[in-house]
């Protein structure tokens, strides 16, 4: 960061997670002064922030107007609702309520790529960082996936990648010029919203100030009002329009295995070549290159990744085969969309292959919409956490269901129930914080399941 001039501005930040600290990281690092205020009684990160900030002053409990008030400006972390009592009535007396997306849009010195969208927005965010890697440039990567934001900044950096959630868009009034991207629109976070509109209003702020756009064009929700000025592209696992990106031949429902990955009318690798397995990840991989494209990324250079980028930890994630079952860790799919595009990414036209692991905690879902892939695909649902009962009297019409007590004892149920050519797939549709720390220690624990199985010669716990 070059020429950054401290504003000395009475400045709070609220919040003591990843994003608090970043901020005060950061703010640190121009000189600026703050507050640390959060509405826990014990953050876990508490005594880290006294070690590294111990002049700083800390405000813990409910939050308080009263000290808002005497703010000019407050660092809102992600996880905190805008409609908490003291932020509105902050905001109502001129309080600026920022991000630390607006922070890092502020002081960045390279160009931004910025992706949003209910699914798909970690593998896009990593595939089209490596992209950019094989390309020869200093990149930075994170957002709300990896690295908070403010602790990318660093002048060596040539480009910027961002995952964004809805949470870090609230706030968002210019990108600056960024490259932008939303993937599709499912409803999330309906415990934080009060409904779809709200969220579909919230993703939607990422277009403010963008240069070029990408959306979704099989997803009408995801289509902005821009300014014809602006540059759009689409893509789409159907044909393209000349400069959009999607597929040629093998449209045939069943076959798009067989046809190729296409920028209009230009073939550029067949389907079979691209590492990333499942539809839907086929169809992360065209955002990529459209984004790709939009930044002046190489074509051939992003093509070669796609022949050997196989994705996230958890997020689709062949983990093994066992006596010709393969087993696919999804536990990064915590909504209902997620799961939707797992079961029509790895569901055979036909044919009831799929065993389904799901549950956890519903965030206020209906989970009515898994229905119709469940009908088609899923042969076995295997429900599991604090909203299981809910998930089977939603699934019950559509596949067979049954209520486990555990991880363990679904994984053991899938194995005895699979046959070769099936497959067992976590996908929970739910967050995890029931019985886990988080969706990573979900997925551990079914690779760990699902590697016992394959040390006792596929038998299942007695």
């Known amino acids: 960061m070059t020429n950054v001039i401290a504003t000395n501005r009475k400045t709070a930040i609220l919040g003591m997670g990843a994003t608090g600290l970043s901020a005060a990281r950061f703010l640190s690092s121009i000189g600026d002064s703050f507050v640390f205020a959060d509405s826990r009684s014990q953050p876990p990160r508490l005594q880290e922030v006294r070690d590294h900030y ?33 932020l509105v009535a902050a905001r109502e007396s001129g309080v600026e309520l920022i991000g630390d997306l607006e922070l890092f849009l502020e002081h960045a010195n390279a160009p931004v790529i910025g992706i949003t969208g209910s699914n798909g927005k970690s593998t896009v965010t990593t595939l089209l960082g490596e992209m950019a890697q094989a390309c020869g440039l200093s990149v930075g990567i994170g957002g709300n996936l990896g690295t908070p934001m403010l602790n990318l900044l660093d002048d060596k950096h040539e480009l910027y990648v961002l995952e964004l959630s809805s949470f870090q868009l609230e706030l968002l009034n210019d990108s600056r010029g960024a490259v932008v991207a939303l993937l599709n629109i499912s409803p999330d976070h309906m415990d934080r919203y009060q409904g779809l509109q709200q969220y579909h209003a919230a993703k939607h702020r990422i277009f403010r100030g963008a240069s070029a756009v990408v959306i979704n064009r099989q997803d009408q929700l995801t289509k902005p009002l821009l300014a014809t000025s602006i540059s759009l592209s689409t893509f789409g696992l159907n044909q393209p329009d000349l400069g959009d990106f999607g597929i040629l031949e093998g449209l045939e429902e069943g076959d798009l295995a067989h046809g190729f990955l296409a920028q209009g009318i230009e073939r550029l690798m067949p389907v079979a070549d691209v590492a990333l397995k499942g539809t839907h990840n086929i169809a992360n991989a065209l955002a990529a290159l459209a984004l790709g494209s939009k930044a002046g990324l190489s074509m051939p250079t992003m093509l070669e990744t796609l022949k050997t980028y196989k994705g996230l930890p958890h997020r689709c994630e062949n983990i093994a085969e066992i006596d010709g079952v393969l087993y696919i860790d999804d536990s990064k799919g915590t909504n209902v969309g997620a799961t939707q595009a797992a079961l029509q990414g790895f569901g055979r036209v036909g044919s009831k292959n799929l065993i389904l692991i799901a549950g956890g905690q519903g965030k206020e879902q209906n989970f009515a919409d898994l229905q119709p892939a469940a009908k088609r695909f899923v042969k076995q649902a295997l429900l599991f956490g604090e909203d299981a009962a809910q998930l089977n009297v939603a699934l019950q019409d559509a596949c067979a269901t049954q209520q486990v007590e555990s991880l363990q004892q679904a994984v053991d149920l899938a194995y005895k129930m699979a046959v070769s050519g099936d497959i067992v797939l976590l996908s929970p549709a739910c967050a995890s914080f029931d019985m886990f720390s988080g969706f990573e220690e979900r997925g551990r624990c079914f690779q760990q399941a699902v590697a016992e199985l394959q040390k006792r010669g596929g038998q299942p716990c007695s």
Do not use: C, K, Q
């Open 54 to 86: 111990p002049d700083a002053t800390v405000v813990l409990g409910a939050f308080d107007a009263d000290l808002l008030l005497n703010m000019d400006r407050a660092v809102v972390s992600p996880g905190i609702s805008l409609d908490e009592p003291a």
